[in-house]
C-alpha cells in the first residue's frame, strides 16, 4: 500500500512540475520580450528627445563654423552616450561624432532616412553598422526651412546596450521567479501530501468495503474539499451495511423455508444445467450422494414429456397461458407419482422445477376407484333382482297406497342403476386410459351421427317448448375416433342442455379450424357459475344439489365424457356466455 501511495504522489507531483516548469517557460519568453521591446522604445524616445537638441542646436549660424560645431558634436555624443549623425538633403553625411564622414557612403538608402523621405516625423530602424561593426538602433528626424527638408538629424545607440539593460530586469525577474516557484511548489507539496492521505484514507475504506467489511467508515476527516465526500461514503457504507445485513437475513430465511419444503425444486438456466436445488429433490430421486450442480437435469430425471414441455417452452413461451409462462402434469417413475411443474422466468431467462410426490394421494384414488367399481359390481345384481320384483309387483292388484310406494321404489332403483352403469362406465374408461389399445379408433365422418343424434332429442325439445338450431357445413374432415364414445360425448352434453334449459333455444355448431374439428352445444338456461367452471368435471360434483336430485343427476356425466374426450386425444372447455346460459366446447384432431 505504501508503495503504491508513493506511485501516486510521484506521478501527481511530477505531473504538477511538468506542469508548472512549462508555464513558467513560456511566461519567461513572453516577458523577456516584452522587456526587450519596452527597453528599445524607452531608448527610442530618449534617442528622439536627444535628436530633437541637436536639432535645436544646428543653426545656420552654427554649422558655418564646422570646427566648433563639430566639437560640440563629439562632445554631445560622449554626454548622451549616443552616436550622432547629421546629413544633408541629398543623403550625405556632414557631420559624424564616431568615424571620418569624409569616408562614409550616402545615407539615403537607410530605413530610418527613407521614412523621413516619406513624409514621417521621424525613421527608425535597428541594424548592422558595417562603419562601427556594430549593431545599432537609429532615430532620425528631419530639420525643414520653408517646409523642405534641409537637414536630417540622426543620433543611434547601440543594441548591446539595450540588452544590458534587459539584462539587468530579467535577471531580477528571474529571482522573482524562481522565489514564486519555489515559494509554489513548496506548497503544493504540503497540500498533495495532506490530500494523498486523504485519498488514501478513502482507498483504504473501499478495499475493505470490497473486502464485504461493511462497518469500515472513515474517521476523523478534516474540513476540506474531502469533507462532503468523506460523510458521503460514510453514509454510503451506513447504507451497504443495512442492505447486507438485510440480504444476508433474507438469505438465511430462503435457505430455511427452501429447505424446508418437501417438494423437489430446482432451478436451471436456460440451457437446462441445475444452478440451484433442495435438498428434498434429491432425496425424492435417491441422489443423496450426488453432486448434481451444474448438470443438466435430463441427467436424473429422465422423461419424454418434461423434455419436450422444456423444449416448447423454451422455443414459444407462451404456448401454455396468455399471462405466465406455467405447465403443470402428472407422470409415474419407478412406481411413484409425481404432480410436475414448469415455470419459465422471464426476466433472468431461468426454469424453475418442481416435483410434488403425490403417490400416496394417488394409491388412495386408485384404491377408492377400485372399491367403487367393485361396490358397483356387486350392488349391480342385487338391484337387478329389486328391479324384477318390482315389474312383477306391478302386475299385481295392489291398493292405490302400495302402487304409490312400489312408484318411488322404482324411481330411486332407476337413479341407482344409473348411478351404478356411471360408475362402472367410468371405470371401464379410466382402464382404457392405461391402454388405449383396447378401443378400437377409425377414420370416421362425423357429420351424419350428428344429424341422426340430434333427430333423438327433438320430442324432448318440444315436450319443454324449447328452439333448436344446428349449424353444419356442407364438409367437414374426418376423424379417428370410436363412433360410440363421440355419440355418448354429443348424448350426454345435449341431455344436460335440455335439462337445465326451461325456456329459449338450444343450438349445435360444428365447424373444422386450425386443425381442429369443433362441436360447440350452446343452451339459454340457468348457466353455470364461475366458480364452479374448474370443478364442473369433477366425478360427484354438482352445481345445484336440489336440482340434481330432482332432475336424476348423479354428478358423473361431465366427468365421463372428459374421458372419453381424453381417450380420443381432444379438448373440452366450458365458455362463459355473456348472456345468461351455458357453452361448451368440445375439440377433436381432424384429418385431412
Not at 7 to 25: A, D, E, P
Not at 298 to 324: A, G, S
Request: net charge positive; with cysteine.
Amino acid at each position: 500500500m505504501k508503495a503504491i501511495k508513493s506511485v501516486f504522489f510521484k506521478r501527481f507531483f511530477l505531473l504538477f512540475l511538468i506542469n508548472s516548469l512549462f508555464i513558467i517557460f513560456l511566461f519567461f519568453l513572453i516577458s523577456t520580450k516584452l522587456i526587450k521591446q519596452q527597453n528599445i522604445n524607452q531608448f527610442s524616445k530618449r534617442l528622439l528627445s536627444n535628436a530633437e537638441v541637436i536639432k535645436a542646436l544646428a543653426t545656420p549660424t552654427n554649422l558655418e563654423n564646422k570646427q566648433n560645431f563639430d566639437k560640440l558634436i563629439k562632445n554631445l555624443a560622449v554626454l548622451m552616450n549616443c552616436r550622432i549623425t547629421i546629413i544633408n538633403e541629398t543623403g550625405e553625411p556632414i557631420f559624424e561624432s564616431d568615424t571620418n564622414f569624409q569616408h562614409t557612403t550616402n545615407h539615403m538608402n537607410r530605413d530610418e532616412i527613407k521614412d523621413i523621405f516619406r513624409g514621417n516625423s521621424s525613421g527608425i530602424s535597428i541594424r548592422y553598422s558595417s562603419s562601427l561593426n556594430k549593431k545599432f538602433l537609429y532615430i532620425a528626424t528631419p530639420q525643414k526651412i520653408n517646409g523642405k527638408i534641409s537637414l536630417i538629424i540622426r543620433v543611434a545607440a547601440p543594441i548591446e546596450t539595450i540588452l544590458f539593460f534587459t539584462s539587468q530586469i530579467s535577471q531580477k525577474l528571474y529571482i522573482l521567479i524562481f522565489i514564486v516557484f519555489f515559494a509554489s511548489v513548496t506548497l503544493s507539496w504540503l497540500v498533495l501530501v495532506r490530500y494523498t492521505k486523504e485519498f488514501e484514507a478513502i482507498r483504504s475504506s473501499l478495499i475493505e468495503i470490497s473486502k464485504h467489511k461493511f462497518k469500515t467508515r472513515i474517521k476523523h476527516f478534516a474540513k476540506n474539499i474531502f469533507e462532503d465526500l468523506n460523510a458521503d461514503f460514510n453514509n454510503m457504507a451506513s447504507n451497504l451495511e443495512n442492505l447486507f445485513t438485510e440480504l444476508s437475513l433474507n438469505k438465511k430465511n430462503f435457505e430455511l423455508i427452501f429447505s424446508s419444503v418437501s417438494d423437489g425444486i430446482l432451478l436451471l438456466d436456460s440451457k437446462g444445467k441445475i444452478v440451484l436445488h433442495n435438498e428434498a429433490f434429491k432425496i425424492l430421486f435417491d441422489l443423496s450422494s450426488q453432486n448434481i450442480n451444474r448438470r443438466y437435469y435430463w441427467e436424473l430425471v429422465r422423461n419424454r414429456k418434461i423434455d419436450d414441455t422444456f423444449q416448447k417452452i423454451k422455443e414459444n413461451k407462451n404456448i401454455f397461458n396468455e399471462n405466465t409462462d406455467f405447465a403443470d402434469f402428472e407422470f409415474e417413475r419407478e412406481n411413484k407419482f409425481f404432480l410436475f411443474t414448469l415455470i419459465f422466468a422471464k426476466e433472468d431467462h431461468h426454469f424453475v422445477m418442481t416435483f410434488h410426490d403425490i403417490t400416496k394421494a394417488k394409491n388412495f384414488e386408485l384404491l377408492k376407484k377400485d372399491f367403487i367399481a367393485n361396490a358397483s359390481h356387486e350392488i349391480k345384481t342385487p338391484l337387478s333382482l329389486i328391479t324384477g320384483f318390482l315389474e312383477m309387483l306391478e302386475d299385481e292388484p295392489l291398493p292405490d297406497s302400495a302402487k304409490s310406494h312400489v312408484s318411488i321404489i322404482q324411481k330411486h332403483v332407476f337413479r341407482l342403476n344409473s348411478l351404478t352403469k356411471n360408475l362402472l362406465l367410468l371405470s371401464s374408461l379410466e382402464n382404457t386410459i392405461k391402454d388405449k389399445n383396447k378401443l378400437k379408433f377409425e377414420s370416421i365422418d362425423i357429420l351424419p351421427m350428428l344429424k341422426e343424434t340430434t333427430k333423438l332429442f327433438i320430442p324432448k325439445i318440444q315436450e319443454k317448448k324449447l328452439k333448436f338450431y344446428t349449424n353444419f357445413p356442407e364438409y367437414l374432415p374426418k376423424i379417428q375416433a370410436n363412433i360410440f364414445n363421440i355419440e355418448q360425448i354429443i348424448v350426454n352434453l345435449i341431455d344436460n342442455a335440455i335439462k337445465y334449459t326451461e325456456k329459449g333455444a338450444i343450438t349445435i355448431t360444428c365447424e373444422a379450424s386450425k386443425g381442429f374439428l369443433g362441436i360447440s352445444i350452446t343452451d339459454t338456461g340457468i348457466g353455470i357459475p364461475k366458480e364452479h367452471h374448474t370443478k364442473i368435471f369433477e366425478r360427484f360434483y354438482v352445481v345445484d344439489k336440489s336440482r340434481a336430485r330432482a332432475t336424476g343427476g348423479t354428478g358423473l356425466g361431465l366427468a365421463i365424457v372428459k374421458y372419453l374426450v381424453q381417450l380420443h386425444n381432444g379438448e373440452i372447455s366450458l365458455v362463459e356466455n355473456e348472456n345468461k346460459g351455458t357453452t361448451f366446447v368440445v375439440k377433436f384432431p381432424a384429418i385431412y
